[in-house]
Nanobody, 127 residues
Framework: QLQLVESGGGLVQSGGSLRLSCAAS????????IGWFRQAPGKDLEGVSC????????NYVDSVKGRFSISRDNAKTTLYLQMNSLKPEDTAVYYC????????????????????WGQGTQVTVSS
């Protein structure tokens, strides 16, 4: 059973940066497409970014394009979401999730394909 642990959240002023990490506490992330999702109070879960299993495909929701960057390390044990130029509307609990797709060169911004989820990390952006 793959277990995911997010870290790196916190309180930051508008315009600041944070880097979120998603690590596998058991097993590795090799073969998994990974997605980052967020949920703000009173709002639905939103797909923010994803990266394919081999790292060749990345997707972003329009609201974060040019500000967020997703990457994974060569050992495929940790995945990152670099968040720059943060805005108050980025405030949410951020979750990483894993989707087993070692062959397909794609990743999804919808929650349906994702089987394993972390517990989330809070990101708060003050104005």
């Amino acid at each position: 059973q793959l277990q995911l642990v997010e870290s790196g959240g916190g309180l930051v002023q508008s315009g600041g940066s944070l880097r979120l990490s998603c690590a596998a506490s058991s097993g590795t992330l090799d073969g998994y497409a990974i997605g980052w999702f967020r949920q703000a109070p009173g709002k639905d879960l939103e797909g923010v970014s994803c990266i394919s299993a081999r790292g060749s495909i990345v997707n972003y929701v329009d609201s974060v394009k040019g500000r967020f960057s997703i990457s994974r390390d060569n050992a495929k044990t940790t995945l990152y979401l670099q968040m720059n130029s943060l805005k108050p509307e980025d405030t949410a609990v951020y979750y990483c999730a894993a989707d087993w797709r070692p062959i397909r060169v794609s990743c999804a911004l919808s929650k349906g394909p994702y089987t394993f989820w972390g517990q989330g990390t809070q990101v708060t952006v003050s104005s």
